[in-house]
């Protein structure tokens, strides 16, 4: 193995192009010790030098890095909050860091409810009624259940304690006019003398854990 080869195995190969590649930048006026300049040159090094970007260690502080962990960092994402390449909302959703509220976007049609003992099948059929294209993943969050009541083929729940589905698109998107059918599944308490379920739906875009 060459030494440059060991350095870039090691990081000390990316930690001395990265010095130098901000040395350069801050003695041209573009990049100050903080701020935006700061992150938008260091993308254009990881675009420069794609072996730089960050890998499973770097982004791995439970392991290598507890005491940036007991600090609040979060495995598996940039400690600024950005994503990793760029920052537009695209790129953010299809990296868990943010969600689109797209339930404005559908119509959602409820088109057959069927109880059984603790049990409640509803069907929905959701289009996409705006002019704009639904991508990423869409999420359709379950809000309002009552205590003891579940939602059996559910994907997670949201920070706020909310079942959530999450619906992996045709193609990736749901372009304008386009429907999909989805089916929610309760389990609640009480059998047959069990009231009905009532719920809200609401819809997100993007990945990751609402």
């Known amino acids: 193995m060459t030494t440059e080869n060991r350095e870039k195995s090691s990081g000390t190969f990316r930690d001395r192009t990265l010095r130098a590649e901000f ?72 990296e868990g860091l943010e969600f689109l509220d797209v339930t404005s976007q559908a119509t959602i049609e409820r088109m057959a409810s069927n109880s059984q003992g603790g049990r409640q099948t509803d069907q929905y059929r959701i289009t996409n009624s705006s002019p704009s294209v639904v991508d990423t993943h869409l999420l359709i969050i379950v809000r309002g259940l009552s205590s003891g009541i579940q939602l059996e083929n559910a994907s997670g729940t949201t920070h706020s304690g909310d079942p959530y589905i999450r619906v992996f698109l045709p193609n990736g998107s749901l372009q304008s006019g386009q429907n999909i059918v989805q089916t929610l599944i309760f389990r609640r308490q009480g059998g047959n003398n069990a009231p009905p379920v009532s719920y809200l739906l609401d819809l997100l875009s993007g990945q990751g854990n609402p």
Do not use: C, H, W
């Open 23 to 94: 040395r350069k930048a801050a003695l041209s006026g573009t990049v100050g010790a903080f701020g935006l300049a700061y992150v938008e040159t260091a993308r254009a090094v990881m675009r420069k030098y794609p072996d730089l970007q960050p890998n499973e260690r770097d982004l791995t502080y439970s392991k290598y890095r507890p005491d940036l962990a007991a600090l609040g960092a979060k495995d598996g994402f940039m400690l600024s909050g950005l994503a990793i390449d760029d920052n537009d909302p695209l790129s953010r959703r299809d």
